[in-house]
């Protein structure tokens, strides 16, 4: 079976539409004479409409100095205005990953990328500000009515902002996790040993779709052009008609639509902790 994300995406946004949803603004700071920056910034509106909210760009190009960026940064972090913030990766100009994951307001990390929020998702089960893509690739899996509970997972990748916390939210669930990378001597036996496979290596061909058991569930998290121009994930699809054997997420057209939504939910969620905090 496709796990499309559409149907799962509009769910999430249906239910944030019941909400008496105020006002909401989100702030970008966004690589200038990036093609593929500028097609998420058009993508980041279009979904910030469905909620009526706001997006307030902040250009980055290589004259900006690191200065001037932390300056940016804390006005927004004070303005009241601002619901959000999120930041584009990589930007043109130099910025020190620690000062960003510690600078940016807790309560305005519509991504969840602080140290804060990232420290939150370890010591706890509570899920609030979730980075969006994991939190998009357990939505997706939850709408398939996919069990969890005593299930081996594997999780391909150990980014900060994908594979780690996955690996916590799907422990949250009480599922047997373990995490893999490049170094990973025994992926092939781990894959077939799994249950749910989640990808986000950044990898494209780090699984074969004929690798994974009959009757599990993949989500792909990886997004690749190929020369063709063909926009596809982490894993090939080396077998015809594969939806009939395992349940996978496309690329395009799977967790990335759900990470859209996820976005939307992150942002009325900050506003609901600043509100409380106030």
Not at 18 to 23: E, G, T
Not at 60 to 72: A, I, L, P, S
Not at 158 to 175: E, H, Q, T
């Amino acid at each position: 079976m496709l796990l499309k994300g559409k149907e799962a995406a509009d769910g999430i946004v249906s239910e944030l539409l019941k909400q008496d949803i105020p006002a909401l603004t989100l702030a970008v700071f966004h690589p200038l004479n990036d093609d593929a920056a500028e097609s998420y910034l058009k993508t980041k509106e279009k979904w910030l409409k469905k909620i009526n909210a706001k997006i307030e760009v902040v250009p980055v190009d290589g004259k900006m100095t690191q200065d001037e960026f932390f300056r940016k940064l804390d006005l927004l972090n004070k303005d009241t205005s601002i619901t959000g913030i999120m930041v584009e990766l990589p930007l043109p100009v130099k910025i020190p990953e620690n000062e960003l994951l510690t600078r940016i307001n807790p309560l305005k990390d519509v991504d969840g990328i602080t140290y804060f929020n990232q420290g939150r998702i370890f010591t706890s089960k509570k899920e609030e500000i979730v980075p969006c893509t994991a939190a998009a690739s357990i939505k997706l899996l939850e709408h398939y009515q996919t069990e969890f509970s005593g299930k081996n997972v594997l999780v391909i990748g150990r980014s900060y902002i994908v594979g780690l916390p996955l690996f916590k939210l799907f422990l949250n669930r009480n599922a047997t996790v373990t995490t893999a990378h490049r170094g990973t001597s025994n992926m092939k036996e781990l894959i077939k040993n799994s249950d749910i496979v989640a990808i986000c290596a950044g990898t494209h061909g780090i699984v074969k779709s004929s690798e994974i058991k009959d009757g599990a569930s993949v989500v792909d998290v990886g997004i690749h052009v190929t020369e063709e121009g063909k926009v596809t994930g982490d894993m090939i699809l080396d077998q015809e008609n594969e939806e009939t054997r395992i349940n996978y997420s496309p690329v395009p057209g799977g967790v990335g639509t759900v990470t859209n939504a996820m976005m939307l939910k992150n942002l009325v969620l900050c506003r609901e902790l600043q509100n409380h905090n106030i």
